[in-house]
């Protein structure tokens, strides 16, 4: 008799659109300036018990571009496996200049169940052509080629100097309108996020900072990602969760305040002097060469500063 076969495995499901807080999370690094793996898996957990829905590891400010490919992939694996974080609250920053990597990156991303992955441009030729990046991100959607990939573009211009056209991003969604989901904007640029927002309705566009996050959401943005979320988590979740709310002016104004505190500073660099002033710990302060830590005086300022303005990153 022939034996009946078994029923094929169900597909995993693709995974539902990013929406709320995600953090871009600051990466420590010990005095040999490997990554110290307890400590950034203690951020993370703090950052999710203080209002954050997920977490945009290995962006600009997790210093993504001073990290390996290896140490990303492990990284990712231990914030799975040690951390015991959903992979579905990760949208892990896959983009590099070499193709191959971003593919690496990006499938072992869609094979750990991530939400999604934010995917820099190749960002060390200047000048080049919307048809240029679009045949980029095109080549790694291709050769990925899984139907739950979800990437979230990122734009930031300023640092990447291959900025992403509102003509590209609209052939990019016309090409692959199941997997390119999204885009963070980090240009600054309010006409930009606004222009993006009332262009691609039901796109995820997510501001890079919280200071007009209101006028944002009230356009149809889900959400923020922004790096002073790493001291700040609560306060920007309350702008995102009472966004319709009859004090959402108010809540807006105090996370604009907290933002404020930030301007003209080196953020890396002024992020971690706040946490290693909050936590008595040496180690949160030094970032990966090129860049240089803030002295330890600035950084008890800068904590004082946003003491005052009810903001704490301690734990309790």
């Given at each position: 008799?022939?034996p009946?076969?078994?029923?094929a ?7 539902a ?11 420590p ?6 990554v ?5 898996l203690?951020h993370?957990?703090w950052?999710?018990?203080h ?5 945009a ?8 571009n001073?990290?390996?490919?290896d ?8 914030l799975?496996?040690?951390g015991?974080?959903?992979?579905d609250?990760l949208?892990?920053?896959t ?13 072992a991303?869609?094979?750990a ?6 995917m ?11 048809d240029?990046?679009f045949a980029s991100f ?5 050769a ?6 979800r ?11 291959a ?12 090409a ?8 963070k904007d ?7 996020t ?7 309705p039901g ?12 006028e ?6 889900p959400?923020?990602?922004?790096a ?6 609560a306060?920007i979740a309350?702008?995102?969760?009472g966004w319709?709310a009859?004090d ?7 996370a604009t ?21 909050a ?5 949160w ?5 090129p860049?240089?830590?803030l002295?330890a ?6 904590r ?7 903001v704490d990153?301690?734990?309790?």
């Amino acid at each position: 008799m022939t034996p009946t076969p078994a029923p094929a495995p169900a597909p995993t499901p693709a995974p539902a659109p990013a929406h709320g807080l995600f953090v871009p999370v600051l990466t420590p690094f010990r005095a040999d300036l490997s990554v110290d793996v307890p400590r950034f898996l203690d951020h993370c957990r703090w950052l999710l018990a203080h209002g954050a829905d997920g977490l945009a590891v290995f962006g600009t400010t997790s210093e993504a571009n001073s990290l390996g490919v290896d140490e990303k992939l492990d990284l990712l694996a231990r914030l799975i496996d040690e951390g015991g974080i959903a992979p579905d609250r990760l949208l892990p920053g896959t983009g590099t200049c070499a193709l191959p990597e971003t593919v690496r990156l990006t499938r072992a991303a869609v094979e750990a169940g991530c939400r999604g992955v934010l995917m820099l441009p190749p960002f060390y030729y200047k000048g080049v052509s919307d048809d240029g990046l679009f045949a980029s991100f095109d080549a790694v959607i291709q050769a990925v080629g899984d139907r739950r990939l979800r990437v979230y573009l990122y734009h930031f211009p300023q640092l990447s100097q291959a900025p992403l056209s509102l003509d590209l991003v609209g052939r990019l969604i016309a090409a692959h309108p199941e997997t390119v989901a999204g885009l963070k904007d980090s240009s600054g640029d309010w006409d930009n996020t606004r222009a993006l927002l009332e262009r691609f309705p039901g796109f995820g566009v997510f501001p890079g900072s919280e200071a007009r996050l209101l006028e944002a959401l009230r356009l149809g943005a889900p959400g923020c990602i922004s790096a002073t979320a790493n001291v700040n988590p609560a306060g920007i979740a309350a702008v995102i969760a009472g966004w319709q709310a009859a004090d959402a002016t108010e809540t807006q104004a105090r996370a604009t305040q907290v933002r404020a505190v930030f301007n003209g500073r080196p953020l890396i660099p002024t992020l971690k002097a706040i946490l290693a002033d909050a936590l008595q710990d040496e180690t949160w302060r030094r970032p990966r060469p090129p860049l240089c830590p803030l002295d330890a005086a600035e950084g008890a300022l800068l904590r004082e500063t946003l003491a005052g303005l009810g903001v704490d990153p301690a734990r309790s």
